[in-house]
Every structure is written in C-alpha cells, then in structure tokens.
C-alpha cells in the first residue's frame, strides 16, 4: 500500500493507493489540521503501508513529527528538481520551486496530458501556475490565500470586520460592508486567475485548494475542480517510479 501526504501550512492531506492504481485512485483519503496530526497518523496504521511518499511546506518541525509517525515505512521526501514525472522545470532555480507546487502541476498533467494548463491551487495561499503543453513548468504567481485576504483587513483596520464568504458569492457591488469585503476579497483571487487564462492562450484551468469552491462561482472562465491535487501529483510521480534521493522541502 503506498501513502501519500501533503503537509501544508494549514492541514495535511493524506490519501491511501493500491498498487498499481491511476493517479487520483484511492482507498481512502483525509486531512486533519496539524494539531490533530497523531489522530489521522491512526488511520495509517494497520493498512498495510509499505512506502510514502510526502510534499511538506510546513517546515522543519512538522517533517520532524511526521517522520517519527512514518517509521519504519519507506518515505521519499518530495522535492522540487529539474525534471520528474515527465514534467520540465522552468524555474531559474529548480529546486527553489515549493515541492506543492511542482507536485500540483505534475497531478495536474497527469489529468490532462497535452494539454496547456493554469493550476491555482487556493489555499493559506493561492499559487496561480502555468503549464506548457509540451510539459513544461513555466513559472506562476503567489498571492494571500482567500482567508488571508480578509484576515489582513479585519487586523489592520479600525472598522472593518472579518468576513467569511458563503456558499453563493455575494453581489460584485455589495449593498454592505460584509459582502464588499467578500466581494473585493473574491475579485482578486479570480481576477489573478483570469489575467493567467488570459495571458496563457488555449489553456485549460485546473482549480484546487480548500477555497476552491468559493472562488470558482466568481470565475468567468470554464474550469475544473479537483481535489487534492498535489496528492494526484504525488500518485503520479509513485507511478512513475523514478527515484529520488531524501531531500528536505
């Protein structure tokens, strides 16, 4: 049984996988915020867990717990590099690619082979990257995550409140403070999406992240939602078996 983990700012994710099961297939799949992390490492044991594979972007003493919840399994600690999983990576310095990112856009073209592509992965953070159709990563955005947006402006100003966005997106020109804050909060995050699609003829756009369902309403072009994208990425990069040394993320 192989494990898949991404340890993000926020949660880790988690996903469990056949042998020999398509990027995406699984058995099981959670996620549980860092403080619950003993709880989900529960759900691991007892499966059968041969190796892991894990993307971890939430520093050094998470890998540290991680790492003593993972022994004595095989673990390969993903990081970004030149090449992997027929993926070419264009950043000027490969390996200061976030593992995240290189691991969502490898899910991404294991989704849409031949494809262009925008992955924007919405989460503490929103990264907005860009795919070739011949399979190179060519670089992206980041921004503040959804959350982040309005946290900043209940913090630092006098008057204004935290929002929370809804199921429906409010009215572009909201009629109240709350639903201005969500609306100018959402606008951004889409706009930084569309100006991607814009800028990235013919690309297709993969949406991820747990802001993701709120900021596709706002969106005027055609996308896809898929969930845990950057466990799709780590499958994939199992499933295409090229090994790698212990490398820190």
Same mark, same amino acid.
């Given at each position: ?17 056949a ?7 699984w058995?099981?799949v ?11 490492a ?15 972007v ?7 717990r991680?790492?003593a919840?993972?022994?004595?399994i ?18 000027r310095?490969?390996?200061r ?5 290189? !691991?969502? =856009?490898?899910? @991404?073209?294991? #989704?849409?082979? /031949?494809? +262009?592509?925008?992955? %924007? ?16 990563f ?15 402006l ?10 929370v966005?809804g ?11 709350m ?12 706009g ?6 814009? !800028?990235? =003829?013919?690309? @297709?756009?993969? #949406?991820?992240? /747990?802001? +993701?369902?709120?900021? %596709?309403?706002?969106?005027?072009y ?16 199992a ?7 212990d490398k820190?993320?």
């Amino acid at each position: 049984m192989l494990l898949l983990i991404d340890a993000g700012n926020t949660r880790v994710k988690w996903a469990l996988a056949a042998p020999g099961a398509a990027a995406g297939d699984w058995l099981a799949v959670g996620a549980a915020p860092h403080a619950d992390l003993d709880a989900a490492a529960a759900s691991w044991h007892g499966q059968g867990v041969s190796s892991a594979i894990v993307s971890n972007v939430a520093g050094a003493v998470l890998r540290e717990r991680l790492a003593a919840l993972l022994q004595p399994i095989t673990t390969e600690w993903f990081a970004s590099n030149a090449e992997r999983a027929g993926l070419v990576n264009g950043y000027r310095e490969p390996e200061r690619l976030g593992c995240d990112r290189f !691991a969502a =856009a490898i899910g @991404a073209r294991a #989704l849409a082979p /031949g494809q +262009a592509l925008i992955v %924007a992965t919405c989460g503490t953070a929103t990264t907005v990257d860009a795919v070739s159709s011949d399979g190179r990563f060519i670089g992206g955005m980041i921004l503040p995550g959804l959350a982040l947006m309005a946290g900043a402006l209940a913090r630092n100003t006098a008057q204004l409140p935290q929002a929370v966005p809804g199921v429906n997106p409010p009215p572009l020109f909201a009629d109240n403070t709350m639903d201005a804050i969500v609306s100018g909060c959402l606008s951004a995050q889409a706009g930084a999406i569309e100006r991607a699609l814009a !800028a990235h =003829a013919g690309a @297709a756009c993969i #949406l991820s992240g /747990g802001a +993701a369902r709120y900021i %596709a309403p706002a969106l005027k072009y055609g996308h896809q939602l898929v969930d845990n994208i950057v466990l799709v990425g780590l499958h994939a990069v199992a499933l295409a078996a090229t090994p790698m040394g212990d490398k820190r993320c």
